[in-house]
T-cell receptor
């Protein structure tokens, strides 16, 4: 089983839709989790951190489920500009070394 | 916010030559620098982790003699691809961490094409 797994998609949704992605991780000792956004041929940029209690930033909500070892990202009221690849990042347990999922591609169309 | 400057952004080189990629943290001290490679439609693959003043730790399957990493100061790390071959063509990207910061700051990446 891979350390971090994501459905590559693409998720093709109309503007205004709500879309959710999941990311599973294999190391139960993992403590820190992030969602990054990567636009085509660009570097990844931090979207949001994922806290145990969940985290909401505007239209974006991130959740952590330790029992099932997955994190989720919910995007409400999708915009065209949300089209990108969303990368799940998990820190290896007890370290600062991040492991990236392969990313989930989102395409928001008019 | 934290900025990491990566150069060059794009390089085309002949097979057999060496290419050096630089990453500089502009407004913070990067205690740890990560080097990644990303092939089209693939995830970022960690190549190595370097801490200032010590030897880099390479991931399994990454040749340390081919991908030379130097992290001589808290603001500069370099990756040298030695004797590059067409299969080394990829997007190389660095990421810096200052343990005072939360998250990782990425350079803008270097697209290497070996012909």
């Amino acid at each position: 089983r891979k350390e971090v797994e994501q459905d590559p998609g693409p998720f093709n949704v109309p503007e205004g839709a709500t879309v959710a992605f999941n990311c599973t991780y294999s190391n139960s000792a993992s403590q820190s989790f992030f969602w990054y956004r990567q636009d085509c041929r660009k570097e990844p940029k931090l979207l949001m951190s994922v806290y145990s209690s969940g985290n909401e930033d505007g239209r974006f909500t991130a959740q952590l489920n330790r029992a099932s070892q997955y994190i989720s990202l919910l995007i409400r009221d999708s915009k065209l500009s949300d089209s990108a690849t969303y990368l799940c990042v998990v820190l290896r347990g007890g370290s600062y070394i991040p492991t990236f999922g392969r990313g989930t591609s989102l395409i928001v169309h008019p | 916010g934290a900025v990491v400057s990566q150069h060059p952004s794009r390089v085309i080189c002949k097979s057999g030559t060496s290419v050096k990629i630089e990453c500089r943290s502009l407004d913070f001290q990067a205690t740890t620098m990560f080097w990644y490679r990303q092939f089209p439609k693939q995830s970022l693959m960690l190549m190595a982790t370097s801490n200032e003043g010590s030897k880099a730790t390479y991931e399994q399957g990454v040749e340390k003699d081919k991908f030379l990493i130097n992290h001589a100061s808290l603001t500069l790390s370099t990756l040298t691809v030695t004797s590059a071959h067409p299969e080394d063509s990829s997007f190389y990207i660095c990421s810096a961490s200052d343990r005072e910061l939360y998250g990782y700051t990425f350079g803008s990446g270097t697209r290497l094409t070996v012909v």
